[in-house]
């Protein structure tokens, strides 16, 4: 069994800083690609910032120069920094990351947690 749980969302003015979280738990064998997506009302799911388990990241286009991503492997967490926060940045986030899993035959698949909501008003 494993667990993936972020935290760290909540309400922050326009300009203002969030740092949200994500950990794996459980059966793992390895952790490989960790990555924040986010999902706004009415929109499709969209990739926000990825993280390779040999550290090559991905950013799009409208976060770069405002969030940070890292991950801290000995603690299988990832963390997304968010500075400059602006209305449209209003989502919900997911952290989404693919391990291996410890079983009678080890196998990949992709975890979701469960979301934390974001909100940039004034």
């Known amino acids: 069994q494993v667990h993936v749980v972020e935290s760290g969302g909540g309400l922050v003015q326009p300009g203002g800083s969030l740092r949200l979280s994500c950990t794996a738990s459980g059966s793992i064998s390895k952790i490989n690609t960790m990555g924040w997506y986010r999902q706004a009302p009415g929109e499709q799911r969209e990739l926000v910032a990825q993280v390779t388990s040999g550290g090559k990241i991905t950013y799009a286009d409208s976060v770069k120069g405002r969030f940070t991503i890292s991950r801290d492997n000995a603690k299988s967490t990832m963390y997304l920094q968010m500075n400059n926060l602006k209305p449209e940045d209003t989502a919900v986030y997911y952290c989404?990351?693919?391990?291996?899993?410890?079983?009678?035959?080890?196998?990949?698949?992709?975890?979701w947690g469960q979301g934390t909501q974001v909100t940039v008003s004034s």
């Open positions: 989404n990351a693919s391990i291996t899993v410890v079983a009678l035959v080890y196998a990949t698949y992709d975890f």
